[in-house]
């Protein structure tokens, strides 16, 4: 569903809710990271059902100020987030490697980015030291198709937060156009979205709190970004979330020397097409025109 041409206002999700990233048929197994212990000693979530298994994600971690909120690293140093919702002083994240919870600080220092000549909701931010190789914290790169309607189908892992543990759900890109959170009309931002549909087993939306967020596609065996959380709106009497569209913002990043990766590569787009058909065996849902 193309809504490029229309423009919508948010509700945004800096709040957080008594309600965690909903989930129809929610099951603690498959969709908790962490079967226990969050945020001060988290025990993985080792079941084979699990939306995540297979896939590192030790590289998003949140802010043990604000256990609701978890940002994703791009690199050793840099990570995402929602402007509207910008991280504390700390970050803290599970090192596999070391069975732990390891801290690190956040630098003052932070890029925005403009969009339709505005302020748009993306950010980037950076700690206060590269992350140590000993600790095993992963980074992940940013999915950059050629086109924009080359997103839509594409299976998603959404991730927020839940009432013990933050949760992976899933979902179908299917909606990307610009909208509008200063509520004065003029669109300030464009995100990929993902409507939510209460019969649908397995789907999930955005709730309160999950603002910074970010969502995954699964490429090749591992984990690429697509987008922070930035809010949910109602299109057609049907509930969307809406993401940031990394993808737009490649070259502002490059250009104030951000480190980040992109994928894929030329030679491995047949790789993504492999790895999104594996997750669309998981759940089915067909794209909407």
Known sequence: MSLQRIIFTLLLLSAPAARALTIVG???????????????SPVVNGSASFLGAGYDLSGVGWNPANVTQSFAMI????????????PGSTMDFYSPALGTVV?????????????????????????TSAIDPADGIASYPVLDLPTIQD????????YGHGGGSPRLG?????????????G??????????????SNQQGDSMFEGGDSSSPTFVPWHGSLALLGTHSGTTTIGGVPYSI???????????????????????????????????????????????
């Open 75 to 86: 690199s050793d140093q840099y990570f995402v987030y929602s402007g509207h919702y910008g």
């Open 103 to 127: 801290s690190y600080g956040v630098s003052a220092t932070s890029y925005h980015f403009t969009y339709n000549g505005q302020t748009s909701d993306f950010s980037v931010g950076m700690l």
């Open 243 to 289: 993401d940031t569209f990394m993808p737009l913002y490649l070259d502002d990043m490059t250009a104030d020397g951000i480190d980040f990766s992109a994928v894929p590569e030329p030679s491995r787009a047949l790789l993504l097409l492999l790895g999104a058909c594996t997750l669309l065996r998981r759940r089915h849902r067909a794209p909407k025109e």
């Open 26 to 40: 929610y099951d603690a197994a498959t969709n908790d990271r962490f079967s226990s212990g969050y945020p001060d």
């Open 170 to 182: 899933a979902n179908v890109v299917d909606a990307y156009g610009a909208y509008d959170l200063s």
């Open 151 to 158: 997103y839509l189908g594409l299976p998603v892992l959404l």
């Open 184 to 197: 004065d009309t003029i669109a300030d931002n464009y995100g990929i979205g993902y409507s939510y549909h």
